[in-house]
DNA sequence: CACTATAGCGAACGAACGTTCGGCCGCTAT
DNA sequence: ATAGCGGCCGAACGTTCGTTCGCTATAGTG
């Protein structure tokens, strides 16, 4: 678009690339995102876009990164202050359930919809996209362990299948405000996760 | 392939066909189900494909009917004659836990990834999904319902939250066992299933 | 035994796919 | 001032997409 371009321009441009394409990839799939579509939606021309990632798969590649440095700052970051254990796993949930109902996409949660759609694919994409879900299943599962170990979950509590029952509030909810468009799919959750936790949850970093 | 051709007989190949879409929709995405894959596939031509459908999006729509009949085969009918209530609600667990260890089609439930892959593209394929997915929804929350009037659910047991939470523990289950390879999922899926139920939940029609 | 209906094939269509290549043009550095 | 670097474009590539249009050959009907 702007006439002018030098470093700090294209940089702009490749984030700009990046931001749409997370964008698009939320809801027409990772793969079906083209490099055509998104150089029409950007003004560009197709090789201009593909210039500077090269191939389509290492496009989809720094999509998943931008994507997940997006996740990562809207959940993670805003509740990162709180002490460790279950003060922090219930802000995070309620982080958590903030960002699908007010998603950063309009596909809604990017990673909810790529492990769906790469889960049986393999390839550098599904490393990358398993790799991060992993990445944050640790982290909240160290959260739940310190939660257990204070004495603030009931002792026996098994860390791991707590981070699997609260996953699946998740991805229902995910489901209920997308697919069924269920208005109540937001207090279901937070009210699930409540119970799971012992504490009050709500939709708010 | 076979050189003779008759009414029997193209009744046979549409069924081959739908079985076959469904099983390559499981695996790349309805939308990325394509007629020169599928004919290549069945060793027939794109246009002998085609023909018995018109379109790809006809197509899709009776793939999508025939992934519904075979759920409802797989998961509903063998546990379709417990009495109804609790019984049948953590029968209809079981047999859905064990078809998501133990999927009709290479890609793991049909529907878990139609729902999140149309879950944001209107139009015929989405509204079609949606039926199914409330048909179904409406038949747990209906055993659910009944077994809180029979008191084998504690008073005050919201059905439909009950329903949200098991949905979300198969949800879990799928991407436990699709992306994450977790061999525990299935055990996990059941520990959760009986919590909410109060009785054992065995991956088993 | 001819007659009709139809399942499926083969070829072709325009459009869109990802990718490559050469050149323009504005920035940066000499 | 000028040389060089690099972001981006325009055009074209071979392939595959969904779809259409005759055609053949076979199965059921009189």
Redesign the interface.
């Known amino acids: 678009m702007s006439p002018r371009s030098s470093l700090a321009e294209a940089a702009r441009t490749r984030s700009a690339i990046l931001a749409r394409g997370a964008a698009v990839a939320?809801?027409?799939?990772l793969?079906?995102l083209t490099i055509g579509r998104l150089a029409a939606d950007l003004g560009m021309s197709k090789s201009g876009l593909l210039g500077p990632f090269g191939s389509k798969e290492s496009l989809q590649l720094q999509v998943v990164e931008a994507a997940a440095d997006v996740f990562w700052r809207e959940i993670w970051e805003p509740v990162a202050d709180r002490p460790a254990g279950l003060a922090r796993l219930a802000a995070v949930c309620g982080s958590w359930v903030r960002y699908l109902a007010d998603p950063a996409f309009?596909?809604?949660c990017f990673f909810?919809?790529a492990?769906?759609?790469?889960?049986?694919?393999p390839g550098p994409v599904r490393d990358l996209?398993?790799g991060y879900?992993?990445r944050w299943?640790r982290e909240l599962r160290e959260q739940a362990r310190r939660a257990v170990a204070d004495g603030d979950l009931p002792a026996g509590t098994d860390p791991?299948?707590l981070v699997?029952?609260l996953?699946?509030?998740?991805?229902?909810?995910?489901?209920?405000l997308?697919?069924?468009h269920d208005p109540?799919?937001v207090s279901?959750?937070c009210?699930?996760m409540a119970r799971l936790l012992g504490v009050p949850v709500q939709p708010t970093a």
């Open positions: 939320s809801v027409e799939g793969a079906g309009p596909g809604g909810v919809a492990a769906s759609e790469f889960d049986d694919r996209v398993l879900a992993e299943h791991e299948q699997f029952e996953t699946g509030l998740v991805l229902a909810l995910h489901q209920a997308r697919l069924r109540d799919g279901r959750a009210r699930g």
